[in-house]
């Protein structure tokens, strides 16, 4: 079974500094099938990257994605005050056949 | 647009049954794999059951294989869940998403229905 484990739980940074979010796998992963997504209060999940590195529709580029195998960065290059929120990554394609990260809670410092 | 609306979320006591059901509409919902995802109170987003267009696979959670069941209706652009034997554990908001066919994300959620499983 893969576990994806997200770090920090918490980051607590100012806005406008840079934000470095890790995803790591227990096992290796297809990176076309690693994305992330946010999530604010009371909203559903939005997704900001797919295929590891791919921006979805409508996504500033202050958001990037990158890594392999087993190894994941969401990195938001300069925090605005509505990216304080949490981040999470999913993996499809190994049992289970669908799963997400705990979760990272960007909070204003 | 694309639009998932799910209903049937409630209170239910412990062992009890609920059946959710998402209505979806901008799109061509026989062509894509649906999936339910939920997420307890305070807690992350957990991958619960998959159906893919033609309901020919199904994919469950540990967690409620042999308790939920998922099903599709494409004539009705409809998916649901049958929860029986529900469990504390199971009080979350269940969200009905679409994913993608080429890269398997989910690229689209509804709103959420909140389950609440408690006596």
């Known amino acids: 079974e893969i576990v994806l484990t997200q770090s920090p739980a918490t980051l607590s940074l100012s806005p406008g500094e840079r934000a470095t979010l890790s995803c790591r796998a227990s096992?290796?992963?297809?990176?076309?099938?690693l994305a992330w997504y946010q999530q604010k209060p009371g909203q559903a999940p939005r997704l900001l990257i797919y295929?590891?590195?791919s921006r979805a529709t409508g996504i500033p580029d202050r958001f990037s994605g990158s890594g392999s195998e087993t190894d994941f960065t969401l990195t938001i290059s300069r925090l605005g005050p509505e990216d304080f929120a949490v981040y999470y990554c999913?993996?499809?394609?190994?049992?289970?056949?669908?799963?997400f990260g705990g979760g990272t809670k960007v909070e204003i410092k | 647009e694309v639009q998932l609306v799910e209903s049937g979320g409630g209170l239910v006591k412990p062992g009890g049954s609920l059946k959710l059901s998402c209505a979806a509409s901008?799109?061509?919902?026989?062509?894509?794999?649906m999936n339910w995802v939920r997420q307890a109170p305070g807690k992350g987003l957990e991958w619960v059951s998959s159906?893919?267009?033609?309901?020919?696979?199904?994919y469950y959670a540990d967690s409620v294989r042999g308790r939920f069941t998922i099903s599709r209706d494409n004539a009705k652009n409809s998916l649901y869940l049958q929860m029986n034997s529900l469990r504390a554990e199971d009080t979350a908001v269940y969200y009905c998403?679409?994913?993608?066919?080429?890269?398997?994300?989910?690229?689209?959620w509804g709103q959420g229905t909140l389950v609440t499983v408690s006596s």
């Open positions: 998403a679409r994913q993608d066919p080429n890269w398997n994300y989910v690229g689209y």
């Open positions: 901008g799109f061509t919902f026989s062509s894509y794999t």
């Open positions: 159906i893919n267009s033609r309901s020919t696979y199904i």
């Open positions: 096992q290796s992963l297809s990176s076309s099938y």
């Open positions: 295929g590891a590195s």
């Open positions: 999913q993996q499809y394609g190994s049992s289970p056949l669908l799963s």
